[in-house]
């Protein structure tokens, strides 16, 4: 397959950012988006020109790392799909593909299509852990969890952090990302006895990040690589509106 | 077993597809059996995975399947607090050498890193962080800093001036398919030798026609790639070494002169039931054997057989 390629290109933070055109001929369908480039920089390296910076790790689509806006849609036109897993047979042959970074002010660019997500763990840092001493393994019929909660946890603990909801959403909001952490431990027994400061310290870590309140437009939804589902937004909303009006006890800073 | 099969008929040029590296699996059967539901809840997630790479359909079609190295099946050598013989390093988790059979995936994984930083870690550094505890901050411009950065410094120039015409990946291939063939799933002295030689060569034309983009000023991922690919032939120099000095086969380690009449792993229990922890004397220095006995008590040693 021949393609031609509009790839953002920017030195760094301060330098100023264009589309540069590349066209690249004999892409196997079988190679992923990211082989594909691979291959491209293998050329652009062949012939004295700096490869195209991007981020991968895992390659299969689980680490979260790769985040691509291709086409206009984060990680691409397929559903449920990240950018490592994108395979070039989902294009057509001679048609022109634009990549670019995730845009959004909490997500500063490092380099042509790397960005900095370190906000995430920042939010992550705020509340996305359990503090207790685990000590010996408890007897597992003393923490009963039902099968539907224990399912939806599953469900939110699938987000891989990749901000492919804050590169889909209008408003640049996270969300899908921050209600996903915050549901994965609100919805088990082991998780409730932080859950109200959690909630509030992961919200505001958001807030300060500088991302944007949710649009309601769903495209984060649409466009999550792992299906996360907005209702745990709305988990979120009620964990958030509880714990401000029944407050919590103050643990030492 | 199986993984050993599957590259023995595609070696032999059995294989199937396009490249001819892999064998089908097929489920016709077990979903003619058990009907499709029942496949769908044990294999479900995977089948998706593997319909979302191939653009196949393996409840309909047969998959193929090739096996794959992905994990090197050692670490770095720690004590029974997870301390690395560095003073204060740890090592937990896959970086760490660890017990487990002929396979590692997933689930081993996982439990070792749960098992090591749910429930060793969090009692073992407190400990050594405890008589620590009122040292302060360290300021960064110590001698020992600066030696360092001045040796990360001069390997990262060094590698810089080569100025040769091959790409880091492309060493990544050549290398890993060394390993695969020298030191994969079935390996013999000869093999090992001469992967070994192989090593040396590549390693040589690596420091002569490395190509490394851009400066060292800014986020130069080429220069990761080319420093990860440099410090990879000597993990694979000392895998061959281990797996040399190991006389018999055992795990993972699948030598072609140890194997009983059916094919299957032939350890040596008398001379070889020891880990080897290998001493790292500087880089150009043969590394040192240090045998760990491995001492059985509530149970005895047996052959492995699932027949």
């Known amino acids: 397959m021949d393609f031609t390629l509009k790839i953002w290109r920017q030195k760094n933070a301060e330098a100023k950012g264009s589309f540069q055109t590349y066209p690249l001929r004999e892409v196997s369908p079988e190679m992923s988006l990211l082989e594909m480039l691979d291959y491209l920089n293998t050329q652009l390296i062949e012939s004295g020109k700096e490869p195209v910076a991007f981020e991968q790790d895992c390659r299969e689509g689980i680490c979260g790392s790769c985040g691509l806006y291709v086409n206009g849609r984060p990680h691409g036109p397929a559903r449920n799909t990240t950018t490592c897993e994108l395979h070039m047979r989902e294009f057509t042959d001679g048609e022109t593909i634009v990549i670019e970074p995730w845009r959004a002010k909490a997500f500063p660019l490092i380099k042509d299509l790397v960005v900095d997500r370190s906000s995430f763990e920042l939010i992550m840092l705020a509340g996305g852990f359990i503090s207790i001493n685990t000590g010996g393994a408890a007897e597992a019929n003393s923490l009963p969890v039902s099968k539907i909660n224990s399912d939806r946890s599953f469900a939110a603990a699938t987000c891989i952090g990749c901000g492919a909801c804050v590169a889909a959403c209008k408003n640049s909001s996270a969300m899908l990302f921050a209600a996903a952490k915050i549901a994965q431990y609100a919805l088990i027994p082991q998780g409730r006895t932080e859950a109200r400061e959690r909630v509030e310290n992961m919200v505001r870590q958001m807030d300060d990040e500088g991302f944007g309140f949710c649009s309601n437009t769903y495209g984060c939804e649409f466009d999550c690589p792992k299906g996360i589902s907005i209702d745990f937004i709305a988990l979120m909303n009620r964990e958030f509106f509880s714990a401000k009006v029944c407050g919590h006890k103050k643990t030492s800073d | ?307």
């Open chain 2, 1 to 307: 077993m199986a993984s050993r099969a599957a590259k023995e008929r595609c070696d032999a040029g059995y294989g199937v597809g396009d490249t001819g590296l892999s064998v089908y699996l097929d489920f016709q059967d077990a979903i003619g059996n058990q009907g499709k539901n029942a496949i769908q809840d044990k294999y479900g997630n995977l089948f998706e995975m593997y319909e979302k790479i191939t653009g196949i359909n393996p409840y309909t079609q047969p998959m193929r399947i090739y096996p794959a190295g992905h994990y090197t099946m050692g670490g770095l050598w720690v004590d029974y607090n997870l301390m690395t013989t560095i003073e204060g390093l740890y090592a937990i988790g896959e970086s760490n050498f660890s017990d487990h059979g002929a396979n590692r995936l997933g689930a081993s994984s996982l439990m070792q890193c749960s098992g090591d930083g749910y429930f060793i870690l969090p009692n073992t550094i407190g400990d050594y962080l405890s008589a620590d505890i009122r040292t302060g901050s360290i300021p960064t411009n110590g001698k020992e800093f600066e030696e360092a950065e001045e040796e990360v410094r001069e390997r990262i120039q060094s590698i810089m001036n080569v100025g040769g015409k091959q790409t880091a990946s492309s060493f990544h291939k050549r290398f890993g398919k060394l390993m695969w063939d020298y030191c994969g799933m079935r390996r013999d002295a000869e093999g090992l030798k001469k992967g070994l030689e192989l090593l040396d060569q590549l390693e040589e034309e690596f420091w002569d026609n490395i190509c490394v983009p851009g400066t060292t000023g800014e986020l130069n991922q080429e220069l990761e790639k080319a420093l990860k690919v440099a410090d990879f032939f000597e993990v694979g120099r000392l895998m061959c070494e281990d797996a040399l000095q190991r006389e018999e086969s055992c795990g993972a380690h699948f030598r072609e002169e140890h194997q009983t009449e059916t094919g299957e792993a032939k350890r040596d229990d008398a001379n070889f039931a020891f880990v080897a922890a290998w001493e790292y004397r500087g880089p150009k220095a043969r590394p040192i054997l240090h045998k760990e006995a491995l001492k059985f008590e509530a149970v005895e040693l047996k052959e492995r057989s699932y027949k």
